[in-house]
Nanobody
Framework: QVQLVESGGGLVQAGGSLRLSCAAS????????MGWNRQAPGKERELVAR???????DYADSVKGRFTISRDNAKNTVYLQMNSLKPEDTAVYYC??????????????WGQGTQVTVSS
């Protein structure tokens, strides 16, 4: 059984930084893409950043130049370094990882979500 555990959220002042982590555990053959979405109150969930197995990255326009996504394949972990945080970054952040399971099928798993609050 696969599980994702997120950590690193919290309260920070505008202009500050936070680093989110999302670690996978369980049995699987491999991991393809990894990424982060977020959902602010009253808004739809949106993609923040994603990283392919080969390392290519993609960012929402609103976070380009401020957020950096990375992965550690040996630890089955994806990170989101968030700098120059703004109040509009306040949201629940969800990680996902796209696994190749032991039976060869693919499946996305999601983390439990972590709250990021940026005060002005």
């Amino acid at each position: 059984q696969v599980q994702l555990v997120e950590s690193g959220g919290g309260l920070v002042q505008a202009g500050g930084s936070l680093r989110l982590s999302c670690a996978a555990s369980g049995s699987f053959r491999g991991i393809n893409s990894m990424g982060w979405n977020r959902q602010a109150p009253g808004k739809e969930r949106e993609l923040v950043a994603r990283i392919a197995s080969g390392g290519n990255t993609d960012y929402a326009d609103s976070v380009k130049g401020r957020f950096t996504i990375s992965r550690d394949n040996a630890k089955n972990t994806v990170y989101l370094q968030m700098n120059s945080l703004k109040p509009e970054d306040t949201a629940v952040y969800y990680c996902y990882q796209n696994f190749v399971l032991m039976d060869g099928t693919g499946r996305f798993y999601w983390g439990q979500g972590t709250q990021v609050t940026v005060s002005s």
